[in-house]
């Protein structure tokens, strides 16, 4: 008897249903692909990477990010420090930082919550050219507008020890 009063029900629900604006039935769908995230975290990989005078500076200019993204440090635990505004400045961010280091590798966990998540070890050094013998983890968390597919938030959970997990997503690697 159940059953049949709920089957009642739901088949009773069709025209009032039908009769909602379109707007409402229609069901978020995102062309911001798993792909296109995960080749944005490569593109922070081959920035931080580059080698040649002025190309990581050009090239964090290209990175897919809002108007307004925000970028965070949380540096072993403690708590998130804001280190870049909009996109100008996270720009500036990548480009001062990179000169700090000397070797830049990765992995990334792309999300179907348009998280992409890049495990990334960093070696110290001078403009690359120089290593300093410290190697630091971060998990650099690239929070994706699904509607524009550009990253809107940007935050690494750094820690002075070497750490990757696992997880159920998709996932690349960069040795770069």
Excluded at 50 to 74: K, M
Aim: aromatic content about 8%; charged content about 15%.
């Amino acid at each position: 008897m159940l059953f049949s009063t709920t089957l009642l029900a739901a088949v009773s629900a069709i025209p009032a249903v039908s009769a909602l604006p379109t707007e409402l039935m229609v069901s978020r769908s995102s062309s911001c692909t798993p792909n296109q995230r995960l080749a944005g975290a490569q593109l922070i990989i081959n920035f931080y990477a580059a080698t040649e005078p002025g190309a990581s500076a050009a090239g964090f200019l290209q990175l897919p990010l809002e108007d307004d993204c925000h970028t965070y440090v949380n540096a072993n635990g403690r708590a998130a420090v804001p280190v870049a505004v909009d996109a100008a400045t996270t720009c500036d961010f990548a480009s001062s930082s990179h000169q700090a280091f000397s070797k830049v590798t990765g992995v990334f966990d792309d999300y179907k919550n348009g998280t992409t998540i890049v495990h990334t070890n960093v070696t110290l050094g001078a403009l690359h050219a120089i290593a300093i013998p410290v190697t630091f983890h971060a998990d650099v968390h690239l929070e994706y507008n699904l509607d524009s597919c550009l990253m809107q938030k940007i935050q690494a959970f750094a820690t002075s020890r070497r750490w990757w997990r696992g997880s159920r997503s998709i996932r690349r690697s960069s040795t770069n």
